[in-house]
């Protein structure tokens, strides 16, 4: 067996290579790119998509990998075979490790391996990763760039929401896109001004980010509300979910997202629990993460303090309310995939954001993820059973009219609870 060859992403490189990142979420990679550029990485966060890109997946990956990791792959691939305004000598790849026990651990090398079968072995490969074992000479995250980070995704999960409350609800066709990219072009002026924002230049954001949203004229109809969970990248990437927010806005609801700042909370606050129940990493790691852990759920707690001075938007939930929403449901010992954080996402959306109808979006052969997500649906119905939830499997093979039609049964339930309780309020109203 011929091994796998390794292109390092060297020191030199970062003034010469741009560096290629597959995309999961287009508002907030567009953010953190600004933020590497001020860094000194250039970077392209990609945008092909479509059959081609899932066509080089299974080209190139095991068809018993993830489906992520196809996706990423194939669209990694697909750029370096298409787009000719690329210099394939003056290329690198990003991907991420995320350093845990599940397969996404290994997409560096199925990626390495794709490169080596393509011919493209001299590209180097940059590995996103807090671990010591597989990072790249020329990339580094420095404490500071790590918090800037946490800004871009602080910005990118308040234009989300902010375009989730206000799209449905537009009186005028376009207004909402019109917000979402004043939003977005005002963040990223800042941020590719500063290294380090203070907090007074993040709140300060923010309050201009509600401010562009709040010129949006929305009506006062009632919507259902669907609450989309799951695996990171397939509850994120309309590649990865065939559009699953867009299907929800043409069957006439309002999208429920949790934002990315919570998988980040989550992946810190993992540190704190394997300590507590494990005894790994050690006291010091633990003192230092629970340090770390209180300043970053601070700001997503004062994020919220803003939402609710400046407008009537809904806010989301305090990071220590998702912790204690798994409670009763499943151990903080759960890390593998989203772990427990899929559960409590669900459980949160039900009991603190009064949205009972959620879509679980899970990689078909996910096992982890059918664990905290499917597995524990049945105790969630148990436990509310105003809950209204569907599990979707996701994967070159299954077909969009299968998954559309799971979705609109679940939906129709929605509806049928919708009039029920709309009924009940007139009657309650001709009696009084
Ligand atoms: S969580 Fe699921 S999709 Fe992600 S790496 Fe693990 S098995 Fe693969």
Known sequence: MSETK??????????????????????????????????????????????????????????????????????????????????????????????????????????????????????????????????????????????????????????????????????????TQKAVDEAISLSEELLSKHKLLTWNMASDMMKQIINCFKKVERSKEKKIKVGIVGEIYVKYSPLGNNNLEDFLLSEGCEVVCPGLMDFMLYSFANSEFDYELYGMGGALKAKVMHEVNGFLRKKKRQMIELIKENSNFEPPAPFEVTIASAEGYIGHGVKMGEGWLLTAEMVELIQHSHCNNIVCTQPFGCLPNHICGKGVMRTIKEKNPQANIVAVDYDSGSSAVNQQNRIKLMLANARMEQKRQQEAQEKETVLA
Do not use: W
């Open 6 to 175: 390794k292109a390092v992403f060297t020191k030199e490189m970062k003034d010469t290579h741009t560096i290629l990142i597959p995309t999961m979420l287009p508002i907030h990679f567009r953010l953190l790119s600004t933020v590497m550029a001020v860094y000194g990485y250039k970077t392209k966060v990609l945008s092909n998509s479509g059959k081609r890109v899932i066509e080089q997946g299974l080209k190139n990956v095991h068809n018993d990998t993830c489906y992520p990791a196809q996706l990423v792959i194939g669209q990694l691939i697909d750029a370096l075979e298409t787009d000719k305004s690329l210099d394939l000598d003056k290329i690198a790849l990003m991907i991420t490790q995320t350093g845990g026990g599940c397969r996404a651990s290994n997409y560096l090398y199925l990626l390495r391996k794709a490169l080596d079968k393509c011919g493209y072995e001299n590209i180097p490969v940059v590995s996103a990763t807090f671990m010591k074992t597989e990072q790249s000479p020329g990339f580094s995250l420095p404490l500071t760039m790590i918090l800037q980070l946490y800004y871009g995704i602080m910005f990118g999960d308040l234009i989300m929401l902010l375009n989730n409350q206000c799209l449905p609800y537009e009186l005028e066709k376009g207004a």
